[in-house]
């Protein structure tokens, strides 16, 4: 819930200022530093969640195994965040392949990515955009708490001495391939590691600015 939310559960006479309110959403913060469970300020307002080193011991009591996601759709998602608002002729640019519309379909269906405008050009392409939603699940606030492009092109430099190319190959065909993997072995079933996936997913983009310019 926001502050505002928050706000309008008081009666109109009885409502407290929101400067009041966010100071006590940081007191219950501060009350809740040592406990398991925590008072987290994500995109669309504060929630109670159960911190980060103890999801997995929670996510024992479930059976049902959150989704999976392909190396695709990690990429696709990736340059939406990062070159939003991007086409999905953009996307296909970047990636060298063509996206799926099953990819596009799955994103917009939990809602991380929306159509946020139409490119002025023949055919008038969907321009696409994360949301509120995407940073929520990602246990973020905003944008800027993605990786930045240099912090993904010296974690590309570091992996680049530890790994050599079995074949000569493009510069891009084979940063795509290094994020592929890195993404497939890194990825899993908490939000937050799944986010550092995306962060390191995102390295195609790096490259790309880094060899275009």
């Known amino acids: 819930m926001t502050c505002k939310q928050v706000q309008q559960v008081f009666p109109e006479i009885e409502q407290p200022e929101?400067?009041?309110?966010?100071?006590?959403?940081?007191?219950?913060?501060?009350?809740?530093?040592?406990?398991?469970?925590?008072?987290?300020?994500?995109?669309?307002?504060?929630?109670?969640?159960?911190?980060?080193?103890?999801?997995?011991?929670v996510s024992r009591l479930f059976e049902e195994k959150p989704p999976k996601y392909s190396r695709a759709l990690l990429e696709t998602l990736a340059i939406i965040a990062y070159r939003q608002p991007a086409t999905r002729g953009d996307i296909e640019d970047i990636r060298g392949v063509g996206v799926s519309s099953s990819i596009i379909h799955t994103l917009l269906e939990r809602e991380w990515i929306r159509v946020v405008a139409h490119k002025e050009v023949p055919g008038r392409p969907a321009l696409y955009g994360t949301t509120k939603q995407f940073l929520d699940y990602f246990n973020i606030t905003s944008?800027?708490?993605?990786?930045?492009?240099?912090?993904?092109?010296?974690?590309?430099?570091?992996?680049?001495?530890?790994?050599?190319?079995?074949?000569?190959?493009?510069?891009?065909?084979?940063?795509?391939?290094q994020i592929t993997q890195t993404a497939v072995e890194q990825f899993s079933e908490t939000a937050e590691q799944i986010a550092e996936t995306i962060g390191q997913a995102a390295k195609t983009i790096a490259r790309l600015s880094t060899t275009t310019e």
């Open 143 to 177: 944008l800027n708490e993605l990786p930045t492009l240099q912090e993904i092109q010296e974690l590309d430099l570091s992996l680049d001495t530890t790994q050599q190319p079995m074949q000569v190959k493009s510069e891009e065909q084979e940063t795509t391939e």
């Open 18 to 57: 929101l400067q009041e309110i966010q100071a006590a959403c940081e007191a219950i913060k501060e009350d809740y530093r040592f406990r398991p469970v925590e008072l987290k300020q994500v995109a669309s307002g504060y929630r109670f969640q159960v911190r980060k080193e103890l999801s997995r011991w």
